[in-house]
């Protein structure tokens, strides 16, 4: 504190030196000035943690370094859950790295900033306001005191779903594999992989050598379906089960798109691919049918696929590109925009072509600052899916249709591939990087951080309409 000194000439205020700020205080100083920014920190700095991790000798399988690109390119897609990869994941990782590489998926499913408020609370016992903010950034629940309950849904709910799905995949891949132990770690692989929407595969060909095997396609698509729910989601039908009348306009809202997407996404992917020889064109009616059902809930962000995607028509891929760029539930494991942004967007449009003031839902009036988030959303998914298909297009020299698929699944962290991305430079990974990245990220601190701004205004313009259309 300042002190008087007496000198010959009187009084005067002897200031304190100034203190230099300690490393912990730094810290706290950037998650207090800016949540979003410390979310992105905090995922950058792990995202970087397991990408040393894949670059170490005791990674690969052969024993050698791994390019600082791809083992970048490998984390960020596991921490992201995307699933896309330079690699192949059950060749190229020894068994330590693949154990690394289900860590990071784990990781990321629970949400990076889940893990640290629960750090926090194992520390503390109690979340303070700016933890819950924080925590806030990576899972928005609406309500800030709803945060210490959500996580430790997550963390639970995670971890009981994960294990009832291996054990019910395990007998099955035992059965395959006519080995114990072998069977049970990739019972435990695909149901880690499957409820993050991760799409990592922990068989050279992948599911290409169980597509005729309905009952761990049907396991992977059920789980897949619950984990890009959203444990918002997950909470009101823990404690609501299927009482309609009691779930609130998030839930219902997330489980009816869900459901919609579901069925249209399979009736035009088996429309598409019905006489298709190279994909379903020769199965029977039973298994085409079940490809369908399957590809549907792929393509909104688990990665997984039976058919090859090269073999299928134009048509379907851009289906494929529109399921991606929506995703799944808010504050799931899945990416896209998601489907609560993509019905407020619907539900605006119709209103202003009934000519309404307000857009509803469930006898629910939206927010005006809903329906501006949302369409802030869209614009920026759009514009960094843009601008990432072009630089694809211009480094790769390849024509859209390769590029804007691969760009969407980035964005949308689905993992679905063509094969371009291992057959990119160095600079082409990185740009698919920065995608995975801000996609699993970015439009969740985007929206939060608008979600956030409210501003007071003294005083409002005269009103002025331009000509639009």
Not at 346 to 362: C, F, K, N
Request: proline content about 4%; aromatic content about 10%.
């Amino acid at each position: 504190m300042p002190q008087r000194v007496l000198t010959p000439l009187g009084f005067r205020i002897k200031k304190s030196p100034v203190q230099p700020m300690s490393w912990r205080a730094r810290i706290t100083a950037v998650f207090s000035d800016s949540p979003a920014r410390g979310a992105l920190l905090i995922f950058l700095l792990i995202t970087l943690f397991f990408a040393v991790l894949l670059t170490m000798p005791f990674s690969s399988a052969d024993g050698t370094i791994t390019p600082f690109h791809d083992s970048l390119f490998v984390a960020t897609s596991a921490v992201s859950v995307t699933g896309l990869s330079t690699v192949n994941t059950a060749d190229h990782w020894s068994f330590l790295g693949q154990i690394i590489l289900l860590c990071g998926v784990q990781v990321g499913g629970l949400g990076i900033l889940t893990v640290a408020t629960m750090l926090t609370m194992s520390v503390s016992k109690q979340l303070g306001l700016k933890q819950k903010l924080i925590a806030q950034e990576g899972m928005t629940t609406g309500r800030l005191g709803e945060t210490g309950a959500l996580i430790r849904v997550v963390i639970t709910t995670t971890l009981v779903i994960e294990a009832l799905i291996m054990l019910a995949m395990t007998p099955r891949f035992i059965a395959l594999e006519k080995d114990f132990w072998l069977g049970l770690w990739h019972g435990l692989f695909y149901a880690v992989s499957a409820f993050n929407n991760a799409g990592f595969l922990s068989h050279t060909n992948g599911l290409a050598d169980f597509g005729n095997d309905a009952y761990i396609s049907t396991v992977i698509a059920i789980a897949v379906m619950i984990g890009g729910l959203g444990f918002p989601v997950i909470m009101v039908l823990l404690k609501y089960r299927w009482d309609l009348r009691r779930w609130n306009l998030h839930t219902r809202m997330t489980v009816e798109v869900t459901l919609i997407l579901f069925v249209l996404g399979a009736l035009a992917y088996g429309f598409f691919e019905w006489s298709n020889p190279a994909t379903m064109g020769d199965k029977p009616l039973i298994e085409k049918i079940g490809l369908s059902l399957f590809a549907s809930t792929a393509a909104r962000s688990s990665g997984f696929n039976i058919v090859d995607i090269n073999e299928q028509l134009p048509q379907t891929l851009l289906l494929t590109d529109a399921l991606m760029f929506v995703g799944g539930g808010a504050a799931s494991t899945a990416g896209g925009i998601k489907v609560t942004t993509f019905a407020v967007i619907v539900l605006a449009i119709v209103a202003e072509a009934r000519g309404s003031q307000d857009a509803t839902a469930y006898h629910r009036r939206l927010p005006q600052g809903a329906i501006r988030v949302a369409v802030a959303v869209l614009a920026l998914g759009s514009t960094m899916v843009l601008v990432g298909t072009l630089a694809l297009t211009t480094i790769s020299g390849e024509t859209l249709q390769r590029p804007l698929f691969e760009a969407i699944s980035a964005f949308g962290t689905c993992g679905l591939s063509t094969g371009f991305s291992a057959e990119l430079p160095p600079s082409g990974k990185y740009v698919l990087t920065a995608l995975m990245f801000f996609g699993r990220l970015g439009t969740i601190t985007f929206a939060s951080a608008l979600a956030m701004r409210q501003r007071r205004t003294m005083y409002r313009y005269p009103e002025e309409r331009p000509i639009i259309g």
